[in-house]
């Protein structure tokens, strides 16, 4: 049911006092049919049935037991309730559920992707009831013939279901199903007052109690909205009841446009934004404002600069009620002259976006509070990520995460629910879910700066294009014209895409559009093919099976992710590039010296990854952004995630902080044209630095060196020949062979011209890595006090991919090469259980010594 909820309404989570219980599938009609000794477990709201099992100790997350194939209840005693008119909201409810109110069913959902709102007389005495169905009986249904079947999940009836895919896909994650209220369930009271689109969630109120305010959980809304991710859809063409947007006009200034529908008695209706106010206008019963704000600082991606953000609020006859936190950015597509071409402009300068796909906060758990996404969130920034991809084979994540993206500076690639298969767009009741589910999603949406992209989902054109189906099977009108529509209606601020990926002559050729690009990965390409692919955009790519700096050999294949049907997994990817990367065995290597194995296999992923994105950021590179695949593991092991489940950054995570650097130095290898050294500074700031270059022979004498200082102009790259600082020519990539190589390293270091820090270090290897394997004696001292420390290490020769193990705390860089000349300084963030000065151990890569301190 649709309703319009007034300012002042005052909005209480119901999350305490539910019990829960599972019964067998269809067992029972209603809630007064289930026996009085059926066994009750204390239940989390919003939360899943795993959670709550978990919690019981009665799931094991690592080898969990399927949960659908039994009804789960749960109840929730409404006695603390005052008696009168009140609606009860579900932000989502996983999937197939029956809400009862005493034992009257007050709705139906067959969406985990809908909110609902109903409007019910409270007495003060019910108990609230809802029943999740057994989901295995929907999932063997058929529905209309599928023109292909994905081998990515393992039950083809998810294609008639809006659920996750989580839970569903063997050899990627665990068999986890999405059970129960994963999104909030609340009570709304309504004041007599203007309408608002939402009342504020119980959360928000914290340190705010008693004022009333528009917007649930910060954000403006449709009606009716959600404190999950959804609110409302009206049907395209309508006009919404509450639109609200923000961006830069063409010449800078802040443009604050706010509509809605009203038609009760009249009111003194302002915007307030900035220290500005524009007055509302009704035109036939809807109201409008547009507030300019030439004073505002645009909000960018915090690689680019900062990201600015603005209240904004209602007036009403002089009371203000918070709308929403938001900020001004223009953001556009450029499809190149040919439209092959992808690059995201944010206030009119080209953005490299870089970043990683999410999987999940909690596979388990599914949460959507701001203290389950923030220490994530912050990973992702302090890598220097500037855009997180949210696929289709997992969830919608809820307003707290956007709204920690806009703060955080983070770019949004936001997949709809749809992935693999060929849904049934034919039947009008499918098409009405997936019209509800993206309209709420979009409305909950509204003005937020760090949602960038819009893309019809995951892998829907590969799956039928790869299978050998001609473009007119796969390429249907879900994607290609229901949601388009909305998001022109919705969202006309957005870029869309139609496929992640698409754009090519094959959806999945990488050198046009969009691409999913695993040749260095997956397909166990050379390093050279990350250039010959000529990717335009990336959304995702470099799949490896990432050690943690704990991980050992003791789980065997366990965590290790594999798609189905392959006999590889993504550990034989992993050992395929440490072989070639470091010239060695890798079976042998594993059963002679395990320890070493461990070693190599920690640093060559995310050398892999370092080399990968040097090539696609350099200038003349057709590439205008790549993210890895993935952020996170779902699950204990060596997965693809580069932060583990316990929030552990992993070796790959410090390699890819190095490769995100909005300062950067960067080697080219041009073969006989020599080897080139490129500068990047992204930042708006000119930064005066000093270039020094050395080509160092076993690892520690210059044979040849050069310097130079230069301006790196704010937004701008520079390219420098090698043999332009040198003033001759040598041979630095050993391109010409002439006479036995000389050395086996070239550094580059970019240092601040005052203060000397090192800004940024490039390396490359003429003659491969295991040549440049050195037994480096590595000097090491701990300073600092009242709680701040850092180490400074020097060395008297080369050292590859340096360790360091250091009990409660967390290092500023890690497994990074060290050469001779300078001291390097590395940051030491205290964890929660750091204890005392910080002491622990350094190695590297080119002999056995461990340094102690």
């Known amino acids: 049911m649709s309703l319009l909820i007034p300012i002042g309404s005052e909005t209480s989570l119901l999350a305490e006092g539910w019990s829960l219980a599972l019964t067998e599938p269809g067992a029972f009609s209603l809630p007064s049919d289930l026996p009085p000794d059926l066994e009750y477990l204390p239940a989390m709201v919003p939360g899943t049935v795993a959670a709550a099992l978990e919690a019981a100790g009665r799931f094991d997350r690592s080898n969990p037991e399927p949960l659908i194939d039994r009804d789960a209840w749960y109840h929730c005693r409404l006695a603390g309730e005052a008696p009168g008119p009140a609606i009860l909201r579900f932000a989502g409810l996983a999937t197939v559920a029956e809400v009862f109110l005493g034992d009257t069913l007050i709705l139906s959902s067959t969406s985990m992707f809908e909110s609902h709102d109903v409007a019910v007389e409270l ?52 068999e986890v199903h999405a059970v129960g209220p994963w999104r909030p369930v609340s009570v709304i009271r309504a004041a007599d007052a203007i309408f608002s689109p939402a009342g ?41 009841e509450f639109a609200i947007s923000a961006e830069l006009d063409e010449r800078g200034a802040g443009l604050l446009k706010v509509s809605f529908a009203f038609d ?56 203000e009620f918070p709308l929403v936190r938001t900020g001004f950015r223009s953001l556009k597509v450029d499809r190149g002259v040919d439209d092959d071409d992808f ?95 993206v309209g709420q999603f979009l409305a909950a949406t509204q003005a937020l700066p760090s949602l960038a992209v819009l893309c019809g989902g995951s892998e829907i054109y590969q799956q039928g294009a ?80 990432n050690l943690s700096h704990s991980e050992t050999l003791i789980g065997g294949k366990s965590g290790i992710p594999r798609d189905a049907g392959v006999d590889w997994d993504f550990e034989d990817v992993r050992d395929h590039y440490l072989g070639t990367l470091y010239d060695a065995d890798p079976q042998a290597l594993r059963a002679q010296q395990p320890e070493r194995y461990l070693a190599l296999s920690r640093a060559v992923t995310g050398e892999m990854m ?48 190095r490769a995100f650097r909005p300062v950067q130095a960067l080697f080219a290898d041009e073969g006989t044209n020599g080897l080139d050294i490129h500068l990047l500074n992204e930042t708006p700031a000119d930064l005066p630095v000093v270039l020094e270059l050395a080509c160092l022979r076993d690892g520690r004498m210059p044979v040849v060196s050069g310097r130079r200082d230069l301006t790196l102009v704010s937004r701008s790259s520079e390219s420098i020949a090698s043999t332009d600082l040198f003033g001759a020519f040598f041979d630095t990539n050993y391109a010409y062979r002439f006479g036995p190589p000389s050395h086996d390293v070239t550094v580059a270091r970019l240092k601040h011209a005052q203060t000397g820090e090192i800004v940024a270090e490039a390396f490359h290897f003429p003659l491969g890595r295991a040549r440049a394997f050195h037994d480096a004696e590595i000097a090491v001292s701990v300073a600092g006090g009242d709680g701040e420390f850092w180490l400074e290490l020097s060395t008297d020769v080369f050292a590859q991919s340096v360790s360091i193990e250091c009990a409660g705390y967390r290092p500023s860089d890690n497994g990074f090469h060290l050469a001779p000349g300078a001291i390097r300084r590395i940051g030491l963030s205290a964890l929660p259980d750091a204890a005392g000065r910080p002491g622990g151990t350094i190695r590297s890569l080119g002999g056995d010594r461990i340094l102690r301190f």
């Not at 292909?148 to 009836?157: A, E, H, I, T, V």
């Open 123 to 174: 007495t003060g005495t019910e108990t609230l009831s809802i029943c999740f169905r057994a989901l295995k009986p929907h999932l063997e249904k058929t529905g209309p013939r599928a023109r292909w079947r994905p081998r990515l999940m393992n039950s083809q009836g998810l294609r008639l279901i809006r659920t996750t895919a989580l839970g569903f896909m063997p050899g990627w994650c665990p």
């Open 200 to 240: 504020r969630s119980a959360e928000q109120k914290r340190g705010d109690e008693g004022v009333r305010t528009l917007g649930s959980s910060g954000l403006p809304l449709a009606s009716p909205p959600s404190s999950g991710p959804t609110g409302h859809l009206l049907p395209a063409g309508e006009k919404r």
């Open 264 to 319: 009760g008695p009249p009111r003194d209706l302002r915007l307030v934004c900035n220290g500005s106010e524009a007055h509302f206008t009704n035109g036939g019963g809807r109201y409008s404002a547009e507030l300019h704000l030439p004073g505002v600082k645009p909000w960018w991606p915090h690689t680019h600069g900062e990201p600015a953000l603005y209240d904004v609020a209602l007036k009403v006859d002089g009371e």
């Open 343 to 437: 690059a995201i402009i944010v206030n009119g300068e080209k953005i490299f976006c870089r970043g990683a796909v999410w999987t999940s906060s909690d596979i388990v758990d599914l949460p959507g509070d701001r203290a389950s996404y923030e220490s994530w969130l912050r990973l992702a920034r302090d890598a220097g990520m500037n855009m997180i991809r949210i696929p289709g084979i997992t969830t919608y994540e809820s307003p707290e995460f956007f709204a920690l993206c806009d703060e955080l500076g983070l770019l949004v690639w936001q997949d709809l629910m749809f992935a693999n298969f060929d849904y049934p767009v034919a039947d009008p009741d499918f098409v009405i879910h997936v019209k509800t589910e």
């Open 466 to 545: 790869m299978l050998g189906l001609p473009e007119r099977i796969w390429k249907g009108p879900l994607c290609e014209e229901i949601l388009p529509a909305l998001a022109a209606d919705c969202r006309p601020d957005l870029p869309y895409v139609a496929n992640s990926p698409s754009g090519g002559a094959l959806p999945f050729y990488p050198n046009a559009g969009v691409a999913h690009y695993y040749g260095v990965g997956a397909y166990k390409r050379p390093l050279e093919d990350a250039r010959r692919a000529n990717i335009r955009f990336a959304a995702e790519c470099l799949a490896f099976s």
């Open 610 to 657: 370092e080399a990968a994105f040097a090539e696609w950021r350099r200038p003349g590179s057709t590439c205008n952004g790549a993210l890895a695949f993935t952020f996170q593991d779902v699950m204990p092991g060596p997965g693809w995630g580069v932060v583990g489940v316990d929030r552990t950054p992993k070796p790959a995570w410090f390699a890819l902080k």
